[in-house]
C-alpha cells in the first residue's frame, strides 16, 4: 500500500532524531525524577513499567507534531488495556488508519546483544475477528498497518541508583538517570514477531529478543510475509495433529505449522540463540 510505504519511510526519519530528544550529550536520560511544589527532586524507580510510561510521555509532545505535519490525527487508546497505544487516522480520509504501539525493553547486561523482548498484542479476540472492538480502539481489520515504535535501553547500574534518597532542583545535572543509551526503531510487528506467546497465561503475540534482528525486522515471520503471521497466530495451539507415537498434539511451533500447510519452511527465519 502506497500510504503505509510513504508512513514507514516518515517514521524511520523521526525515529533517528528522537534519540537527542531524550539523551544528554553522554548518553544520559534527559529525565531525573520528579519534582514537587518546594523543589525536591524524587529519583524515578527502575521499574520497567514506570520507565516505559514516562517515556511514553516525553515523547508524545514529538509524535503529536509529527502527525500533524504528515497530515494525521492522533486518537489515544480510551482504556489501559486497549490496543494500540495510538492511532494515526488520516485528517482527510478517516478510513485510513494506522496503528502504533510503544516498545520499551532494556539490554541484558551479560549480553548486550540481546533484550527481554516484547509482547506484540493479544492473538485473542480482536486478532481472530478482524471487525470485533473488544479490547481495541478501533477493528483491527480497519487498519491499514500495525507499527512498534520501539526503544531499547541500558539500566543504570542498581548501586549508582539511590530511590530512597531526594535531590534539590540545582542537583539535577549530579543525578544518575535510571535509563541511558537509548536506540530507537519502529517496525511493523509482524516482522519481529516470533512464534511463541509474549507473556505468561495471557493471550500476548512475543518478539524476537536478538537486538539488532529487532532493529532490521528479521523476525520469524520476516520472509513468509504478514498473511502467514495472521494465519498462524489466528490458529495459535488450535489445530489438533498426531505426534506420530499414537497420540495427539496441537501445533505451537511456526515450522510444524508451515509444514501442516504445506508451505515453504526454508523461508522461516530461525531464531539466534543467546551466544549468536
Known amino acids: 500500500?502506497?500510504?503505509?510505504?510513504?508512513?514507514?519511510?516518515?517514521?524511520?526519519?523521526?525515529?533517528?532524531?528522537?534519540?537527542?530528544?531524550?539523551?544528554?550529550?553522554?548518553?544520559?536520560?534527559?529525565?531525573?525524577?520528579?519534582?514537587?511544589?518546594?523543589?525536591?527532586?524524587?529519583?524515578?524507580?527502575?521499574?520497567?513499567?514506570?520507565?516505559?510510561?514516562?517515556?511514553?510521555?516525553?515523547?508524545?509532545?514529538?509524535?503529536?507534531?509529527?502527525?500533524?505535519?504528515?497530515?494525521?490525527?492522533?486518537?489515544?487508546?480510551?482504556?489501559?488495556?486497549?490496543?494500540?497505544?495510538?492511532?494515526?487516522?488520516?485528517?482527510?480520509?478517516?478510513?485510513?488508519?494506522?496503528?502504533?504501539?510503544?516498545?520499551?525493553?532494556?539490554?541484558?547486561?551479560?549480553?548486550?546483544?540481546?533484550c527481554n523482548g516484547f509482547t506484540l498484542g493479544s492473538h485473542g479476540k480482536y486478532f481472530e475477528n478482524r471487525t470485533s472492538t473488544k479490547n481495541i480502539q478501533f477493528p483491527y481489520g480497519s487498519y491499514s498497518g500495525h507499527f512498534c515504535l520501539g526503544i531499547i535501553y541500558d539500566r543504570a547500574d542498581g548501586a549508582t541508583v539511590d530511590e530512597t534518597k531526594t535531590h534539590r532542583i540545582d542537583e539535577l545535572h549530579s543525578i544518575?538517570?535510571?535509563?541511558?543509551?537509548?536506540?530507537?526503531?519502529?517496525t511493523e510487528k509482524w516482522k519481529i514477531a516470533s512464534d511463541q506467546g509474549g507473556s505468561g497465561n495471557t493471550a500476548n503475540i512475543g518478539s524476537i529478543n536478538h537486538i539488532s534482528d529487532i532493529v532490521s525486522g528479521k523476525g520469524m515471520f520476516s520472509k513468509l510475509g504478514e498473511e502467514w503471521f495472521d494465519e498462524y497466530w489466528m490458529n495459535y495451539k488450535k489445530i489438533t495433529v498426531q505426534d506420530g507415537k499414537g497420540g495427539t498434539k496441537k501445533i505451537a511451533t511456526l515450522r510444524e505449522f508451515v509444514a501442516y500447510k504445506n508451505g515453504d519452511v526454508s523461508l522461516i527465519v530461525d531464531r539466534r540463540n543467546s551466544e549468536e
Open 176 to 186: 544518575i538517570s535510571v535509563a541511558q543509551n537509548f536506540q530507537f526503531f519502529v
Open 1 to 114: 500500500m502506497i500510504e503505509k510505504d510513504k508512513l514507514t519511510k516518515k517514521l524511520e526519519q523521526f525515529v533517528g532524531e528522537l534519540r537527542d530528544h531524550v539523551s544528554s550529550d553522554d548518553g544520559q536520560w534527559t529525565i531525573k525524577g520528579f519534582i514537587d511544589i518546594f523543589s525536591n527532586v524524587y529519583t524515578i524507580s527502575s521499574d520497567t513499567k514506570i520507565v516505559s510510561k514516562i517515556l511514553e510521555i516525553h515523547l508524545f509532545p514529538k509524535i503529536l507534531m509529527f502527525a500533524q505535519d504528515n497530515g494525521y490525527k492522533v486518537v489515544l487508546a480510551e482504556h489501559q488495556n486497549y490496543y494500540p497505544d495510538i492511532s494515526f487516522v488520516k485528517a482527510n480520509d478517516e478510513s485510513v488508519k494506522f496503528a502504533v504501539d510503544f516498545k520499551t525493553t532494556y539490554r541484558n547486561p551479560k549480553k548486550p546483544h540481546l
